[in-house]
């Protein structure tokens, strides 16, 4: 995007008289916080700056702003300036400002600001189920990410080049490499930021390369991004330098590919255009093709322009070469709760122990629930967690005998419920449903269990088979050794509904069915249910009962 000639003309003889009278005097950025650097605040806080301290040159003014956090810009026309913090960390503030003929400070010196992270409550548990009436200690875990910054980008040596406009040659810079190790790269780490400090007015032209001394190399950038300013470009055709800004490429870029922030991650050049915001970038091809490197050498940086009437500067380029990141803040990071009232559990149940902050007794009431712990660290921010927990009852079981049938039914009932029945003491196998018919007089006890596991128990003594009264006949089975399939004729046919219990050589129940048929007759196919051995067959209706015996082959 190109300016009128006349804009031109004018811009550049407004630059040559402002040299001509001794150059460009820098304006002076100068800000501050609600408090000494580095600030200390929680997520989401909010932060007042002002930059009131900023000066300008005798006959001018400043005009825009430009504050900078990690990467981001904001640019505004006064002095103060709020941004919300959301992402915890070492954040690095600075301020840049620009006077009305277009000189800029350059960034200032940086104000810190620390953001509490929310805590690692791994270990911090809560049981999601409960009876009850049951007792759990809690105890609470937490640990904080430490304080640690940003890596430092390295600094330019004096190695610029102008990039020189289609249809020249790829604009060639190097970079003479020792002391370094003489091991080959073997990590990103070890490699850290490759930084170019550069400016051109058009970054849809421009192929932006590196190579190692062993001829491996990787694209920073591949065209894309059109029209957009890297750096505060001068776009007059003349040669003259613009305003470098710094992109740098490693191993946790703060953004993506170049070109796809031309548009997202921009801030004004003080002439009315835009730029791409400086910070660290994703390169085009992956890093890792200059793993296997060796430090030590000449590394070479190229910058090809595709497409004529654009120019721009390199004004340096660097290689941290394992840059570690800025720990200077790790011993000012938040303290966490260390007291009964900045560490504590919440929640039906829950009796802290003021004595040892995170812990506690929950004791189970019935329902559903939520059970939090909370925790303020001496940034007075409020991390919390909260976990599900769920109470069943303990179910008061009773039998009621069911005359009609012969059965006795256990109580309560209802979805998810569970029986297991026991008979003479003793566990009854297969005898899980809400009904059973015992073998014959004795002790039946059934316990009854709720889809939270919670059980509750009875017995019921001197039960007989009998004790609705009724007479017992003998039944006819045939054939009476099988296999497991067999028929039962009774006595009479009968409208009422028959009961058929199986028992084994124990007494326990192995088989019930509710035969609702009219006839004598009841065919039963139980092939490969009944293992070998001796059963007695009861068979109730309308108050008597009859028996039979037969043998499973």
Known sequence: ???????????????????????????????SGPTASPIRICQGDAVAFDASASSAANGQAIVLWVWRI???????????????????GVLEVTLEVIDDIGCSSGQSDPVFVLVSATPDFEGTTVPEEACEGEE??????????????????????????ALLDSPSPPSLSTLLVTGQSTAPIASLAELGDICIDIEHSYMGDLVLEVACP??????????????????NANDDGIGVPGECFRYCFGLSPEFGFMQDYSSANTVPTGDGGLALAPGRYTSVEPLEQLLGCPMNGTWTFSSTDNFGADDGYLCGWCISFGET??????????????????????????????????????????????????????????????????????????IINNTELGLLCAQPTGAGYTYQWSYAGQP?????????????????????????GC??????????????????????????????????????????????????????????????GTGNSITLALEGRLSAGTYTVIVDRSGSRAVGRMVVE
Request: with cysteine; glycine share 12%; proline share 7%.
């Open 1 to 31: 995007m190109h300016r009128s000639l006349l804009f031109t003309l004018l811009s550049l003889l407004a630059v040559l008289t402002t040299r001509g009278q001794g150059g460009c005097i820098p304006p002076l950025a100068a800000f």
């Open 70 to 88: 990690h990467g981001s810009s904001d640019t505004t026309n006064t002095t103060s300036y709020t941004h919300v913090f959301n992402d915890p």
């Open 136 to 161: 759990f200690s809690l105890q609470a875990f937490a640990e904080q990410a430490p304080m640690i910054g940003y890596p430092v980008a390295c600094t330019a040596p004096d190695n610029g080049v």
């Open 214 to 231: 062993n001829g491996q190399s990787v694209v920073l950038h591949q065209q894309g991004g059109g029209g957009m300013y890297l750096g």
């Open 325 to 398: 990141p800025d720990s200077s803040f790790i011993d000012q990071g938040p303290i966490l709760g260390s007291s009964a009232d900045s560490s504590y559990w919440s929640g039906v149940g829950v009796v802290n122990n003021t004595s040892s902050p995170g812990q506690g007794t929950l004791l189970a009431v019935p329902g559903e629930h939520i059970i939090d712990y909370t925790l303020i660290d001496d940034f007075g921010c409020v991390h919390s967690i909260a976990f599900p927990f769920s109470v069943g009852d303990i179910p008061e079981a009773s």
């Open 428 to 452: 009854v196998l297969g005898a899980e449903g809400a009904c059973f018919t015992p073998p014959g007089p004795g002790a039946v006890g059934v316990e009854v269990s709720t889809p939270q």
């Open 455 to 516: 059980s509750g128990s009875t017995t019921l003594l001197n039960t007989g088979v009998r004790a609705y009264g009724g007479d017992q006949a003998p039944i006819l089975i045939q054939p009476s050794v099988n296999n497991g399939s067999f028929s039962i004729t009774l006595s009479a046919a009968s409208a009422a509904p028959a009961h058929v219990n199986v028992l084994d050589a124990l007494g326990r129940s192995v088989y019930q069915e509710l035969n609702t």
